[in-house]
Every structure is written in C-alpha cells, then in structure tokens.
C-alpha cells in the first residue's frame, strides 16, 4: 500500500472514547460514605466509557468499582491492591464498557528500593479495536522526583514489553508531578524519552480549556487541608496516533464537582478526531476527563 502523505493515517475514524481518570481517596476521613454518592453522581454525569480510579477500595467482596460500574449500568470493572487499611484495602478500580483482560501489577520502585508506586494494566476489547489501558499511582513527596523519574522509567518498559505497538495506548492516574516536571517530560517528548521513541500527548494540553487544569486546588476544602499550592497532578495521556488517527484527542476537561468526592478534581479525556461533545461543570472531586478518537464507539 502506498504512503499518501495527505492522508498519513488513511480515513479518520469518527467513533469516540470517553475516559475518566480520579484519584478517589479511599475511604478515609468520617465522610467516605457521603463522598462515594458524589463521586458516583460525578462519574455518571461524564458519561464515560473506562473509569481508572487510583486509591480506589476493596472491602470484603465489595469494590468502589463494583459500585461505579453499578450506577454506570456497565458489566466490566475489577480491583487490583493490597494495600492493607483499616479494614479495607487500597488499589486500583478499572469500570469498563468492553470487556477487559485480568489486570496485571507491577510495582513501581527506585533502584534501590524507595517508593511505592504502581500501575496496572488491562486490554480493554473495544468495538473498533483493542486499547492497552495503563493507570498509574507515583510517589507522593514533593522532593521525590527522583524516585519517580525511576518509576517513569518502569512504566515505559512495562508498556514497550505489554503494548502491541498496533494498539491504541492510553496511560493515565496520579503521577504526583507538574507537567514542567522531569518525570512528565520523559514521557512528553520535551527530554530523553524513558524508553527509546517512546512519546505520549498530554490529552489536557491538546485538548483542554487553555487553564491549568489543577486537580489539586485549594477550591477544593479537601485538599486546602494541605496548605499545598494548586497543581495538576493527574492526567490521561495517549501515544503517537494509530491507523484512523485513533488516539487523537478531541476534548478534555478537568471537573469542580458541588460535593467533595476526593482530595482531586476529576479529569476527562475523549478520542478519535470527532466533534466535541459538551461540557459541563460538575461536583468537585480529582477526576480528569478526556475523549479521544480509539477503540470505541459510534
């Protein structure tokens, strides 16, 4: 077949994926129970098609993710954790449209040791092709960029060894850093790529509203707690376009929702070259939410 430099990726595809990416915050503090009912009104009002929650529950036979799925009306969510709480565990919750793979773990250490991050992976069996879904919890300490530099590092490598190149790739969660920061520039093009030829889009920056898109804000009373500065610290980001264009971001937003789900605010993505759907301003929680052109639907 002969390259058309006027059409590189052949006929777009018009079909769209909706993800949304949060970092939920478990069940701690008095109020878990009055936050899971925002976060899930939160969640639904988005429309998504994958969900990826990090510091997500598991409690006996019961998952925030079994929940979520529960109000979505979708079939597909599982757990991966082991992070042992107060009487629940702490992980990753996967909602899905399609059917997913098992999830597979794998932790995220420094060389000699530190850190405790993790990212887990699932196959996710859209309807117009295969996405590899990543989602991803990096060390927490403001002064630990090394130690998640090493972990971004672990995260390529997961994805090249995971990934069929020929697949749509979507990796998002809490990375804990800025997007000025070295960690997020291995994976953005903007220095020595983790894994060689190794490039993503940040969804927020192609895609947003042209804010910052904070998902720690000090609007949110949950996270002023930490007398921290705004920062966004989650994202949804996707590798270089595949046949079609799928991967191509069309939308983005992060949320400010009326009730507190989280410490975060939830952001949103949205894929494949379509029109943008609209957006609106829901209750606060950490959510990213973004649409891209990929496996998805009509």
């Known amino acids: 077949m002969s390259f058309d430099p006027l059409a590189p990726y052949g006929p777009v595809i018009e079909s769209t994926v909706r993800v949304v990416t949060w970092n939920v915050w478990g069940r701690f503090g008095a109020d878990w129970e009055g936050r899971q009912a925002g976060l899930e009104a939160a969640v639904a009002a988005a429309a998504p098609d994958l969900v990826c929650l990090t510091e997500s529950w598991r409690q006996a036979g019961v998952t925030q993710a079994g929940l979520v799925a529960g109000r979505l009306g979708l079939d597909h969510h599982c757990f991966a954790g082991d992070w042992e709480q107060d009487g629940w565990v702490s992980g990753v919750g996967l909602v899905s449209r399609w059917p997913m793979s098992e999830p597979e773990r794998r932790p995220l250490r420094a060389p000699d ?15 117009r092709g295969a ?18 530099q090493a972990q971004v590092r672990q995260l390529a490598e997961f994805v090249a060894e995971t ?10 969660g ?25 490039v993503f889009y940040d969804a927020w920056e192609v895609a947003g509203d042209g804010s910052p898109g904070f998902t720690w804000s000090n609007r949110n009373p949950l996270a002023a707690l930490g007398l921290l500065p705004d920062r966004r610290f989650d994202y949804i980001l996707s ?13 983005a937003r992060c949320s400010a929702c009326g009730r507190p789900g989280s410490s975060r605010f939830p952001t949103t993505t949205g894929w494949w070259p379509t029109s943008v759907t ?10 990213f939410v973004s ?8």
């Open 113 to 127: 040791g530190a850190g405790a991050g993790v990212a887990v992976h699932v196959s996710v069996a859209g309807e």
């Open 131 to 148: 996405i590899q879904l990543f989602t991803v919890l990096l060390d927490y300490p403001l002064g630990a960029s090394g130690i998640r």
């Open 163 to 172: 990934a069929p190149r020929r697949d749509l790739v979507v990796v998002c």
């Open 174 to 198: 809490d990375f804990n850093a800025g997007p000025d920061s070295d960690e997020l520039r291995m994976l953005t093009g903007r220095s020595a790529s983790a894994v060689p030829g190794m």
């Open 239 to 251: 590798a270089w376009p595949r046949r079609g264009g799928a991967g191509t971001r069309c939308d």
């Open 278 to 287: 609209e957006r609106r301003r829901e209750g606060r929680v950490g959510r």
């Open 291 to 298: 649409q891209l052109g990929t496996g998805g639907r009509g």
